[in-house]
């Protein structure tokens, strides 16, 4: 008998967060765990649904729920229901408080049809009150590397965050911080993290070596949590084609996208992208164009797509591009405006450089591929991020971005100039001692996060860990429910 529930296959809720940072990297954790013959369904809205319907291959043990997304209620139009669909930061704010409408039909649901887990963004805190009262257990999820989340604690404790530089010194290691988080923005974090604290553990999209078992340590000394680190989620995609179809559709088709890759040298190429949410004002793409053009290498750079314009005339680009900079660059550069298909472009041996805004995703991919970064923060905890590549694993050099902004949209005070682009490019490309010393540090990383999610890795054997644990707990939890 007790062998038989041990066999029985977990039946596991996702609740990811309606934004591509967050669903892609969680939709692509429950892969795993369909992969491992348990039964997972992924609880989102319709137009995501659209979305992961693209970009997951389905089976029997991997499904999606659908639950209607409130746009009348905020007053949102059809079908803008993830923060990247955003067009300005009104929209931005509606989207956000329709994901607070989205408890009564999920725990409706959930209630109908109780699973043995419920893995849920940290963004839905309702769902830690919700898995108590059905006994369930419940793992948070909020795409951040361990780090970054023992920096933030640490700051609370400190308090100190209100200069624009300041020292973090109860690390494991000293890490001297350029900007400070706004206030609001900390506090909400400090307060949705009591939530999490309270849930049965954090999933991470990162492997152990690179937040390190110093930090592991630190997090569950310091807050009594356990973190499963189960990442780089991103190579569960083997393929061109799966990498390519990872979250939105691409604008750029695989095969362009290669055939011009394939044209560069190795290590030439310098990929710019700034993830999903950041929409740079005109006045910084320009110095963007500037700086890349100044320093001759050649370079992908994805661009947002000005929404809503079906195309820009010359008058508009103007604006954000020097004049016949798509000339002068026709040979060196590839501008996709629109959504690129990174982890592909990460994985192509020309690229030899990631100019980040330090999403997590977007760097644990780059370190995936073994690729050194350029970083440029702007928001969340993205200037945490910086600092474990830059001060920590050495596998980063800083553009000195000085501006901690509330969101990825608006006017900044500060623009990164032309010239310091120019600097930090060159400094990471120029095949100096640094720049070589820096490139295979990155190379030694991007083996250690392939050998953490294959068989017999630190990840793989996380998810197996823990799939025994959840199992152990169902069994708790329906002996409890008996008495
Ligand atoms: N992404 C992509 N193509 C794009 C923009 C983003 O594939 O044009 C993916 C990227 O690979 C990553 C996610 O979207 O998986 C963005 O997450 P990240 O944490 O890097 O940044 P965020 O968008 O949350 O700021």
Same mark, same amino acid.
């Given at each position: 008998m007790d062998l038989e529930i041990e066999e029985k296959p977990l039946k596991l809720y996702f609740i990811p967060y309606l934004a591509p940072g967050h669903m892609i990297p969680l939709c692509d954790i429950a892969i795993q765990f369909a992969a491992r013959r348990h039964h997972v369904t992924i609880i989102t809205t319709p137009f995501n649904a659209q979305i992961l319907t693209k970009s997951l291959s389905f089976n029997q043990n991997l499904r999606l729920h659908t639950v209607s997304f409130p746009s009348q209620e905020v007053g949102l139009p059809d079908?803008?229901?993830? /923060?990247?669909? *955003?067009?300005n930061l009104d929209n931005l704010t509606k989207i956000y408080h329709a994901t607070t409408l989205l408890r009564p039909p999920i725990q409706h649901f959930v209630e109908q049809h109780p699973p043995d887990c419920i893995v849920a963004d940290?963004?839905?805190?309702?769902v830690d009150e919700l898995a108590n009262k059905l006994r369930i257990t419940r793992l948070a999820f909020n795409g951040f590397s361990l780090f970054a989340i023992c920096a933030i604690e640490s700051v609370k404790a400190n308090s100190?965050?209100?200069?624009?530089s300041f020292l973090i010194?109860?690390?494991?290691h000293p890490i001297s911080m350029n900007a400070a988080p706004p206030k609001k923005m900390h506090e909400l974090l400090v307060t949705l993290f009591e939530t999490v604290f309270k849930s049965n553990g954090i999933v991470v999209n990162n492997f152990v070596e690179l937040d390190g078992e110093e930090y592991i340590k630190h997090y569950e000394k310091t807050t009594g949590h356990k973190a499963w680190h /189960?990442?780089? *989620?991103?190579?569960?995609r083997k393929t061109d084609q799966e990498k390519a179809e990872r979250g939105e559709e691409s604008v750029v088709s695989v095969h362009e996208c290669l055939s011009w890759l394939n044209s560069k040298r190795v290590n030439s190429v310098i990929y710019i992208g700034f993830g999903s949410l950041c929409h740079f004002p005109d006045k910084q793409l320009y110095e963007i164009a500037c700086g890349i053009e100044a320093s001759g290498y050649e370079f992908v750079w994805v661009v947002p797509e000005k929404k809503g314009k079906e195309y820009e005339s010359e008058e508009e680009k103007e604006k954000w591009l020097p004049k016949g900079f798509e000339e002068r660059n026709s040979e060196k550069g590839l501008i996709v405006r629109?959504?690129?298909p990174q982890v592909l472009i990460l994985s192509?041996?020309?690229?030899?450089?990631f100019m980040t805004h330090c999403g997590w995703n977007s760097i644990v991919e780059a370190v995936s591929a073994g690729i050194p970064m350029i970083t440029w923060p702007v928001h969340g905890e993205q200037f945490y991020n910086e600092k474990l590549i830059?001060?920590?694993?050495?596998i980063g050099v800083e553009v000195g971005a000085g501006e901690w902004s509330n969101s990825g949209y608006g006017e900044r005070e500060k623009l990164v100039s032309g010239e310091s682009i120019e600097k930090a490019l060159r400094r990471l490309m120029d095949g100096g001692d640094d720049a070589q010393e820096i490139r295979r540090r990155a190379r030694e990383f991007g083996d250690k996060a392939k050998e953490a999610a294959q068989e017999g890795g630190s990840s793989y054997k996380n998810l197996t860990v823990l799939i025994d644990d959840l199992k152990r707990l169902r069994d708790c939890n329906l002996q409890a429910s008996k008495c």
């Open positions: 079908g803008v229901e993830n /923060l990247s669909a *955003a067009t940290f963004l839905f805190p309702w100190h965050y209100d200069s624009a010194h109860d690390l494991p /189960l990442g780089p *989620a991103s190579l569960i629109g959504w690129a192509h041996p020309a690229v030899g450089a830059t001060q920590v694993r050495g």
